[in-house]
């Protein structure tokens, strides 16, 4: 037990501490300790720090235990040559009824270093390959340069109300390298502001599904499909008012990661995201008034036009989906029963006669889009050769016979000189073997048929119709 003294107790050299039976191995009840530059002290076992016990360290303290402080300086004072803590235990637990300052943080080993109480940083952070578990409490880096964090594979992890926060002062990419342990997961975030003015953001991982905080995933603007169930962020800016570049990474194998939403008030809403390798970016952003943001899928909305709406049986019509945002794969139900997954054009034939409805879709979230098509059956115009229009009631007229539809027919009869004798346009025009109200002699005539089939095609027919009384 370290005693309680007026002036400081200076540490030149390096002092051991020998492992006790029972923790904590030291117990400061008051004293204020210096170390010197280039000293060490190494603690194999805990430390408590009562309060008025300070440590003034210019040197490297290596501490394999908890530690405890109650000290409202913060255990470690500042001073004008920064020193280091390094936790080289197994599972250690920072606690006390008062915040922990140090100048460099370093973490050895892979097992967690956890926080319940509030962890200030000047100098450096030093993960290494350790997680940095602070619960519900802040880890704070207080040192603005974009390097102040380091690490191996190691992270930082939080529950709800907990974050680690960085202090910014450049337009430059400031590292979060947050995760969580229970799953493991890595998921960081950098934020790049916008100017040089002092900043101060907070980051976390919120590895749990957002229903689990209160945020309900199907609680969605009509644009958004779902929203990543494994995992969210909490972003929030806390000093500064400068807009900020926000990236977010993923893992490809996470079932979620479309662009970016964020929780607004009551419903996850779509941002202005834009992509990026393994993730998605939010530039010159400003909103942190609802700071949780997700990995989404965006509903696609649709749209489907066909070449043409009626068709003959065996004659093609092209279907064309697009969407927005873009699809390169969509599902087609033809409404004959016939399906497919492909692009977004298709050429197809119906067989059948019949009303179609097709109806399109883009996995994995989209709107339905549906278009109706009638198919009739071919077009067949047959031209009588001859007819007898003598007041007996049979065969009195001449037409052309239309079966199925077309889109236009026009005729011409002419005598044997070539006179225009009568014409017509129109499936249900008629020759009733007159030209002036005068009938004309027997005899044979010239027929010209002309019609523009429903499939675009020309039809074109001349022969000759003999008239008899």
């Known amino acids: 037990m370290l005693p309680r003294g007026i002036g400081p107790l200076w540490l030149s050299a390096a002092l051991l501490c020998l492992k006790a039976q029972t923790p904590p191995l030291a117990v400061n009840t008051g004293t204020v300790l210096a170390l010197e530059p280039g000293g060490i002290v190494w603690c194999a076992g805990g430390w408590q720090n009562n309060p008025g016990g300070s440590f003034i360290n210019q040197g490297t303290v290596y501490i394999t235990g908890d530690i405890r402080n109650d000290d409202p300086n913060g255990f470690f004072a500042p001073s004008a040559s920064p020193g280091t803590l390094v936790l080289n235990g197994l599972i250690q637990t920072l606690s006390g009824q008062a915040p922990i300052r140090t100048d460099t943080l370093r973490l050895l080993g892979r097992e967690p270093k956890i926080l319940a109480t509030t962890l200030y940083i000047d100098q450096v952070l030093d993960l290494g390959e350790a997680e940095l578990r602070t619960q519900a409490h802040t880890a704070s880096v207080r040192n603005p340069d974009p390097a102040a964090i380091r690490r191996q594979s190691g992270f930082v992890s939080s529950e709800a109300g907990g974050a680690l926060e960085r202090r910014t002062d450049r337009s430059a990419i400031y590292l979060f390298p947050v995760g969580g342990h229970t799953p493991l997961r890595y998921r960081p975030v950098e934020i790049t502001p916008t100017s040089a003015a002092p900043h101060r953001f907070a980051v976390r991982l919120a590895n749990v599904d957002p229903n689990a905080e209160g945020r309900p995933r199907d609680q969605l603007h009509p644009d958004l499909c779902q929203i990543n169930s494994l995992y969210h962020h909490y972003v929030n800016r806390i000093e500064g008012t400068s807009a900020a570049e926000l990236r977010f990474y993923y893992e490809p194998g996470d079932p979620v990661i479309g662009p970016i939403a964020q929780w607004k008030t009551v419903l996850w809403t779509p941002t202005s995201a834009t992509d990026i390798p393994n993730g998605w970016r939010l530039v010159g952003w400003n909103d942190f008034q609802d700071p949780y943001f997700a990995f989404s899928e965006r509903r696609l909305r649709l749209s489907l036009t066909a070449s043409r709406e009626t068709i003959e049986v065996g004659a093609p019509v092209t279907l064309t989906a697009s969407s927005q945002p873009s699809s390169a794969t969509y599902q087609w139900d033809f409404g004959d029963g016939t399906t497919l997954t492909g692009s977004g054009t298709q050429n197809y034939t119906y067989t059948t006669p019949g009303i179609y409805t097709v109806q399109v879709s883009a996995p994995p979230c989209s709107d339905t889009a549906r278009r109706q098509i009638v198919v009739r059956s071919p077009s067949q115009i047959l031209i009588p050769t001859a007819f007898t229009p003598n007041g007996d009631g049979i065969n009195e007229f001449?037409?052309?016979?239309?079966?199925?539809?077309?889109?236009?027919?026009?005729?011409?009869?002419?005598?044997?000189?070539?006179?225009?004798?009568?014409?017509?346009?129109?499936?249900?025009?008629?020759?009733?073997?007159?030209?002036?109200?005068?009938?004309?002699?027997?005899?044979?005539?010239?027929?010209?048929?002309?019609?523009?089939?429903?499939?675009?095609?020309?039809?074109?027919?001349?022969?000759?119709?003999t008239l008899l009384r």
Do not use: H, M
């Not at 007159?434 to 002309?450: F, H, I, L």
């Open 398 to 465: 001449w037409q052309p016979l239309v079966q199925g539809e077309v889109r236009r027919l026009q005729w011409w009869i002419y005598d044997r000189w070539g006179t225009t004798v009568a014409q017509g346009e129109g499936r249900t025009t008629r020759w009733d073997g007159r030209k002036n109200g005068q009938p004309c002699p027997e005899g044979v005539y010239v027929y010209v048929v002309e019609a523009i089939l429903l499939d675009g095609e020309t039809f074109r027919r001349s022969g000759t119709l």
